[in-house]
């Protein structure tokens, strides 16, 4: 095996391990929802607001910390990102108010998240391998993610029965601190220097001129509303009808399980088909599996239905989205632009946590926020429908062909 397919070899087991744990402890958070609020007094509108910071956060600073990862490696954005999320994890295990919950799971695991998820990550697996092989490669990443979730989930959840939600979290943040040494290995070289290069504020103006950069991100918005909602308030949603908490947690986990598949599987169709017209189909087909869901009796069996339907359609859209942003725009801002663009599912993350929480103090229930990710699901199928995987034309410095 060659230098360069070693290195890219290396680039992708690195990523997947570190998205593997970031995605994997995050995923756990909504069980801690129900608990926490409870223990501590608090409605659950506090803890979905720390988590709304946390999501808006992670959005805000995505784009800075993937310009960081393209100028100097993503080497040094995930050991920063890293500690962030580390020391978060241990200040939300000994928060005792609702400015200890948004400062620890709000501000620091944010901050975290910016630096060890998938704009960072997928952008140095994107400079890393061929242009050929990138669409798969982003799924492969992007499965380890699912599989964090599916292995994690029942970790988390056996951590909480055995030493209670507060050692919990403190031994989550023991995990995440292995994120340290292993971004430390990841030798990501940034895009050698070459005439054809374009300056950072070049780039940010042909997105800015491209309509379907605007599409892909507003898209993007949808996809981060429902899986936020779905990931956080499920837990509480089944809880509330009578079920299990830990058919709760065994339907996140299935939803990691099967997105291992999903995510792959669109990595591959990606390199095969068009990603925005797969894109407009996994949008349709995830408003249908949340419709049957409400319309179905609710039962621990239904709930596993929902949660494999949902697995297969979850992270499905990273690889597919941040494929055509690499497709269109090269891939020497591709951690900065895709962070542009997971600025705004992180939007709809924020908007998706916090407003299930609210709506739920108010009425008591989730329906209204349910009905609006289906409308949302018919929005995010539109959109994508109109958008080419054409690369811009740049025969003219800072022109741009939509």
């Known amino acids: 095996m060659d230098a360069i397919r070693r290195h890219s070899l290396l680039i992708i087991i690195l990523g997947s391990m570190i998205v593997t744990l970031a995605t994997g402890l995050r995923h756990g958070f909504g069980l801690f929802l129900e608990p926490m609020s409870s223990e501590l007094g608090w409605g659950r509108g506090v803890f979905a607001t720390a988590l709304a910071i946390q999501n808006l956060l992670w959005g805000l600073s995505q784009p800075f910390a993937g310009a960081l990862a393209d100028r100097f490696g993503a080497a040094r954005v995930v050991v920063v990102g890293g500690a962030f999320y580390t020391l978060g994890l241990l200040l939300m295990g000994v ?37 050929e092989k990138r669409s798969m490669a982003m799924g492969m990443v992007s499965a380890a993610g699912s599989f964090g979730q599916f292995a994690m989930l029942p970790g988390t959840l056996g951590l909480m029965g055995w030493l209670g939600w507060s050692a919990a979290l403190l031994a989550m943040g023991a995990i995440a601190a292995l994120m340290l040494p292993l ?31 605007w599409l892909l991100s507003l898209g993007f918005f949808v996809c981060g509303f429902q899986v936020t ?16 908490v830990h058919v709760g947690s065994t339907v996140l986990a299935l939803v990691g399980l099967f997105n291992i598949f999903g995510t792959y599987a669109a990595g591959w169709l990606g390199g095969h088909y068009s990603k925005p017209r797969l894109l407009t189909w996994l949008y349709l ?11 179905t009796p609710l039962s ?23 494929g055509i942003v690499a497709s269109v725009f090269g891939v020497q801002h591709l951690s900065m632009l895709g962070g ?35 409308l949302l699901s018919v929005a995010a199928a539109a959109l994508h429908w109109f958008i080419t995987e054409q690369p811009i034309n740049r025969t003219t410095p800072g022109e741009v062909s939509a």
């Open 183 to 213: 971004g430390a290995m990841l030798r990501d070289r940034p895009s050698a220097k070459a005439t054809s290069d374009i300056s950072l504020a070049t780039a940010l103006n042909e997105a800015s001129n491209h309509r379907g950069f």
């Open 285 to 295: 087909i995830r408003g249908v599996v949340i419709a049957l869901f409400l319309l």
């Open 229 to 244: 909602f779905i990931g956080v308030h499920l837990p509480g949603y089944l809880f509330d009808s009578g079920i299990a």
């Open 300 to 322: 621990p069996p239904s709930a596993y239905l929902f949660g494999i339907a949902m697995g297969l359609l979850w992270l499905s859209t990273v690889p597919l989205t941040n």
């Open 95 to 131: 928060s005792e108010s609702p400015l200890g919950m948004t400062l620890s799971a709000g501000v620091l695991i944010g901050l975290g998240l910016s630096g060890t998820t998938f704009s960072v990550i997928l952008g140095a697996v994107g400079r890393a391998v061929a242009p």
């Open 340 to 374: 542009i663009v997971f600025l705004f599912h992180q939007l709809g993350s924020f908007l998706g946590v916090w407003l299930g929480g609210y709506l739920y103090d108010i009425h008591g229930d989730y329906d209204m926020v349910w009905n609006i990710a289906i």
